[in-house]
């Protein structure tokens, strides 16, 4: 059987695969942003939060930390996690740059490169926008954005695979990636397919389109700096010093 899904991608197969080859702990950026909280303690926000790889270690923590975004089914599956630990984060199904939250914050967090996935360059503003609008005074915005030159790239149009591992259910799934990009643009389309085995027969072909835009480290600065923020500090690599040459992914910290 094969599918191809051109909306919201994160749903189904795409979440199991997601916690499966992205889980807890795979980069070290909870242990970086939590030291970054305590500098500015009380509520934090995470947006497009996924299934909790982040949210989840921050509240065992002890933090307040409330989480949007706008799969449902990735809020779901977070939901599901934090109830298997009796943890109760408020969570809301909501784009970016439609971000409009009871509550206003200390931190909020953008993380995973997800600002990427904001292709739109209006609603990539308008999200900024609605990030500092919901900052209280003081208060600091964490996000970070990978440098596709320098993380593993796939040749353009060239199918290969990149993930393989067993699903909850006891299939093999394999993951096969191939890109091209817009330079002009800075967009990047990656398009992923899931090949799903049964004792060792194909039995499920999932095709997915992803779009991101690349940000230069001088050109983000501009946009949070438009947007109102102050301030502004990169960080390399998750590691307390400057970003510099050779850093895969970049953190942007600023404030209001």
Known sequence: ???????????????????????????????????LIRERPGRV???????????????????????TDSSSEMLARCKSNAQAEEL???????????????????TIL?????????????????????????????????LDMAIPWVQNSFMSGVWQLSRQGVLPDGRQV???????????????????????????CLVETLLTPMKMRFYGMHELVLLLE????????TFGDFQQREAQEGNGIITFRCFK
């Open 45 to 67: 926000l995470e947006l497009m939060c996924g299934s909790g790889r982040v949210l989840l270690p921050l509240l065992r923590q002890g933090f307040t930390v409330d989480g």
């Open 88 to 106: 109760n984060p408020e969570l809301y199904e909501q784009y970016a740059h439609e971000l409009d939250l009871p509550h206003l914050y200390y």
């Open 226 to 233: 438009k947007a109102g923020f102050t301030s502004i500090q």
């Open 1 to 35: 059987m094969s599918k191809t899904r051109f909306d919201d991608v994160y749903y189904g197969l795409v979440v199991d695969a997601y916690e499966l080859f992205h889980p807890e702990g795979n980069l070290k950026d909870v242990p970086f942003y939590a030291d």
């Open 174 to 200: 394999h993951v096969s990636r191939a890109a091209t990009v817009e330079q002009l643009n800075q967009i990047e389309t990656v398009h992923v397919r899931y090949d799903v085995y049964e004792q060792g």
């Open 110 to 142: 953008l993380t995973y490169s997800s600002f990427a996935l904001l292709t739109s360059r209006d609603e990539a503003i308008e999200s900024l926008r609605r990030v500092y609008a919901r900052l209280e005074e003081g208060g600091q915005f964490l």
